[in-house]
């Protein structure tokens, strides 16, 4: 017996369980710890570096993470853990500095973040070029889109003493989101052309081909003239003036003569009677994550020049500005932020490396499915 036992002990543990168990471990690991999974043996580098895995692993994982993203100075971008503030002993948060896919900086011209989907970010980064952006894996692609600076006419641009058509400022509507249907990241711009018309263009990211929608533009809610970016959630891009938090989509304004912020919550896709109110007794805070058990995470003002983030629990109860270790945030608002779900998705055209064994995978991965069944049952939108 005592033999037995140290020969089981010898043995790899790929050999002990079989793969589709390896597979269920794996999509349980945070996704910060996957790259070290990965130096464990060459099937897990095989099985994470897959992706088919990853797709999974962004879909069903049991502790996604939420980071906030922001850009300060117009070229210096930064990345911030929201889940840890979450935490009873937490003893602060550090602003992590990036690498922002470009060596520089166009004159006249900041890079601004249009928006995130399933573990991607997308950029204006110049003039007429976007570009998607893994930040976990430093990936990136460049998309052209100088058609529509060719052919769009200024609406309401900060620059006006340069003439810079920018997505950001001068659309009528833009969204970045994911067509489950061809497997495929798109773009879609609204925008009024030279020819005094409205366009709507929409662009496949897998081969960057642009193509005119012969449909009619949604109204956007042009509250103080904010811009109409779009939201992905649940299959679909979302307009006006809507904020995404914890997968729900959600509304908010502050209220100045009674100096809070009221924030309305679709707790329930599609749900009107799942409309739920939460009142944060501050007039500038801005909703940033949603978790599970119903505490709000945003940043606020609690000085002129400088701000922090707040927690609002479930107990109705605002609680104390969260410390954060290195200061980067002690300045005045960034100049753009959104909030991201970290993935291993790769950009577009990248995958295509990665497809070798999908097959195998994916007809495994079905096996997992079946053996977490109740991780499986309820996929989050990002």
Not at 148 to 153: E, G, T, V
Not at 172 to 177: I, M, N
Not at 321 to 347: A, H, K, R
């Amino acid at each position: 017996m005592e033999q037995s036992s140290m020969e089981n002990k010898l043995k790899c543990i790929n050999d002990l369980l079989p793969l589709e168990l390896i597979l269920a471990i794996l999509l349980r690991i945070p996704i910060k710890h996957l790259a070290r999974a990965k130096c464990a043996s060459k099937l897990w580098n095989t099985l994470i570096a897959d992706l088919s895995f990853s797709k999974c692993h962004l879909d069903h994982s049991l502790a996604p993470t939420h980071t906030y993203l922001f850009i300060k100075n117009s070229s210096d971008a930064y990345s911030i853990n929201l889940d840890p503030l979450l935490l009873e002993d937490n003893h602060g948060v550090d602003a992590i500095g990036l690498t922002l896919p470009f060596k520089k900086q166009p004159l006249f011209y900041s890079y601004s973040l249009l928006g995130s989907c399933r573990g991607l970010v997308l950029l204006e980064v110049e003039q007429q070029f976007l570009m998607l952006w893994n930040p976990l894996l430093n990936s990136s692609k460049r998309i052209s889109c100088s058609h529509i600076f060719n052919a769009a006419r200024r609406v309401r641009g900060r620059f006006s003493y340069v003439n810079l058509f920018r997505i950001l400022d001068d659309t009528l509507l833009y969204g970045f989101g994911y067509d489950a249907s061809q497997d495929d990241y798109i773009v879609v711009v609204a925008y009024v052309g030279v020819d005094g018309e409205n366009h709507f263009n929409l662009c496949c990211l897998g081969n960057n081909l642009w193509i005119n929608l012969d449909s009619v533009l949604p109204k956007p809610m042009k509250i103080f003239d904010w811009r109409s970016q779009g939201l992905f959630c649940n299959g679909a891009i979302h307009w006006y003036s809507l904020v995404l938090l914890g997968g729900c989509l959600a509304m908010y304004m502050g209220q100045c003569s009674f100096s809070k912020t009221e924030i309305w919550v679709m707790k329930e896709y599609n749900v009107q009677s799942s409309w739920t109110l939460y009142e944060i007794p501050l007039q500038s805070f801005q909703p940033l994550h949603l978790s599970g058990n119903g505490d709000i995470i945003g940043s606020s003002h609690f000085s002129f020049d400088r701000i922090g983030f707040y927690i609002y629990n479930v107990s109705g109860e605002l609680v104390k500005p969260v410390q954060y270790g290195n200061g980067v945030l002690s300045c005045l608002c960034p100049s753009s932020s959104i909030v991201f779900t970290d993935s291993l998705m790769p950009v577009p055209n990248e995958d295509k490396k990665m497809k070798r064994g999908a097959i195998f995978l994916g007809l495994v991965t079905q096996k997992v499915k079946e053996l977490l069944l109740p991780a499986f049952e309820s996929p989050r939108c990002f």
